[in-house]
């Protein structure tokens, strides 16, 4: 079957023109990514043929319907937009090419998928620009689950099968949102810990440096590093993520670098020293770096040993009169026994005062970064033990990699893109689904309006209910063009904790 299917293509197509389509300098792997025609699922190319006959008009919803938090802070869909969609996205060079990878992709030869008329009236009569609505929830704005976050709509009546062809990609919006709920999650849970053992939050920032991201080379690619990196900056301010700076500046107009890390030592600049210059390549970073916080990674050998005599005993000194702070990183052992086991050390080595609440706070010129299986659900363990043992919760701070942008997918929030009304021969008709299996799996009806009650409950209207000045989501994009652009100042203060959807809005942002 699969050898007569490549048979049928072939002669069809041939092999030729199928390797000119991927290798000529016109038609690069990167300019096939660029093709909007081709960033969706590939059954969605089917999909032209399969709605009612009059179908003028599908629109469709997106929406965390539950998942592992509460609620959901929204995040990523200017960068999506301005990547993906702005400006003429459609040319008869892309059209060409899409049509030669899709029918040979789709079927068996017995006839050819995709929609090449389609594409071509958007050329036409568009000018390449895609005919389509979409609104959405203010970017750092936190929403209880289950309420609508993005609606979507074509504004050509021929082009009513775009709407859920663009779901595939406007998706993904699923996993900036999600790394930023998480990370504001794992904000909360510092900020709890910070309360309970007395320590100081006088501004947003107090909390920006407890919870780094080191999560770039744990994730899939430089663009998930960049984008997921992003959505964990709208919380915190700590992280060596230089491409989610990168994404910040470039679609969120930040006005300088929106994270920042310090120097600090991996295992090859210690062990490079070999393990009796341990002590010589420790004096090295402070000597090398004067003033200002640098980190030191110091589990390289035996980190009681490092704690206790190298830095504790003979580099005392030099760490006291140092115009700046050291921060000593262990990187193996349990995480809640050893974090504790450094603490006491360092406490014997150099002294602690007690705050208010009577927990131990070493002198400023020292902490500790834990950044070894670090999650949301290790964070809180660790932050109980040092609470048990009167650690007051400011002498740690967090990094966190794999855990922070990749231990995550769609279903962690429940995210999902429903059509919910269409225009059938002149009427609009409420759309949705109601499988018997699975009643969590019920999808909204008809058009949708995201408010505020009187109670400051933010909830979904279904079925038209509702007027549009209540509304409180925002149209961003239309006919191929931003209206909408959210700075990253404005989305980070939303995202603040204390501030939720219900507490920004009295009628309308």
């Known amino acids: 079957f699969a050898q007569s299917q490549i048979r049928r293509t072939r002669e069809r197509q041939g092999d030729a023109c199928m390797g000119q389509c991927l290798s000529s300098n016109s038609h690069s792997m990167s300019n096939l990514f660029d093709n909007i025609m081709l960033l969706s699922d590939s059954y969605k190319t089917s999909h032209w043929r399969q709605y009612p006959q009059g179908t003028t008009t599908v629109y469709s919803y997106f929406e965390s319907r539950g998942g592992k938090f509460p609620e959901t802070t929204f995040f990523g869909l200017q960068y999506i937009i301005k990547r993906y969609l702005t400006g003429v996205v459609v040319t008869q060079a892309k059209i060409d090419t899409a049509a030669k990878i899709v029918n040979g992709h789709m079927g068996q030869g017995e006839m050819e998928h995709f929609n090449r008329a389609g594409w071509e009236h958007i050329l036409k009569k568009h000018g390449g620009r895609l005919p389509i609505v979409i609104k959405a929830l203010p970017e750092g704005m936190t929403v209880p689950t289950k309420n609508v976050l993005m609606t979507v709509v074509n504004t050509d009546p021929a082009c009513f099968w775009l709407t859920n062809y663009l779901e595939t990609l406007l998706v993904q919006v699923w996993y900036p949102m999600t790394v930023a709920t998480q990370s504001r999650e794992q ?58 700076s990168t994404l910040a500046m470039e679609f969120y107009a930040s006005k300088g670098p929106v994270g920042f890390s310090v120097p600090a030592a991996e295992h090859s600049t210690i062990t490079s020293w070999q393990r009796g210059g341990e002590v010589d390549a420790y004096r ?72 208010a609440k009577g927990f131990k706070v070493l002198p400023t010129y020292v902490r500790v970064i834990q950044g070894d299986g670090v ?26 990699g794999g855990a922070l942008l990749q231990k995550m997918d769609r279903d962690t929030q429940k995210c999902v893109f429903k059509c919910c009304e269409a225009v059938v021969n ?84």
Request: charged residues 25%; hydrophobic residues 40%; proline residues 4%.
């Open 187 to 244: 904000k909360k849970v510092l900020a709890a810990y910070f309360e309970r053992t007395g320590c100081a939050v006088t501004s947003p920032f107090s909390l920006g440096f407890q919870l780094n991201d080191f999560g770039v080379r744990g994730v899939s690619s430089m663009e998930t590093s960049a984008i997921g990196g992003a959505a964990h900056l709208v919380n915190f301010l700590g992280s060596d993520n230089m491409p989610a």
């Open 284 to 355: 090295n970073m402070l000597t090398q770096y004067p003033k200002g916080n640098v980190a030191i990674v110091s589990d390289s050998y035996n980190i009681y040993n490092a704690v206790s005599n190298l830095f504790g005993t003979e580099l005392k000194e030099m760490i006291q009169k140092r115009e700046g702070r050291l921060i000593i990183r262990p990187d193996s052992g349990d995480p809640p026994k050893i974090v504790v086991e450094v603490l006491e050390l360092l406490g014997k080595a150099f002294g602690t005062e007690t705050n």
């Open 375 to 400: 999650s949301y659900e290790s964070l809180g363990v660790i932050l109980e033990n040092m609470t048990k043992h009167k650690w007051a919760a400011e002498n740690v701070a967090f990094g966190s």
């Open 426 to 509: 002149g009427v609009a008709v409420p759309v949705y689904k109601d499988p018997i299996t699975d009643p969590g799996k019920v999808s909204k009806k008809g058009h949708l309006r995201l408010v505020k009650e009187a109670s400051g409950l933010i909830t979904t209207l279904t079925e038209g209910k509702g007027t549009d000045e209540e509304d409180l989501l925002v149209e961003v994009f239309r006919n191929g063009a931003m209206v909408q652009e959210w700075t990253w100042e404005e989305i980070v203060s939303r995202a603040e904790l204390g501030k939720t959807a219900d507490k920004l809005f009295s009628t309308k942002l």
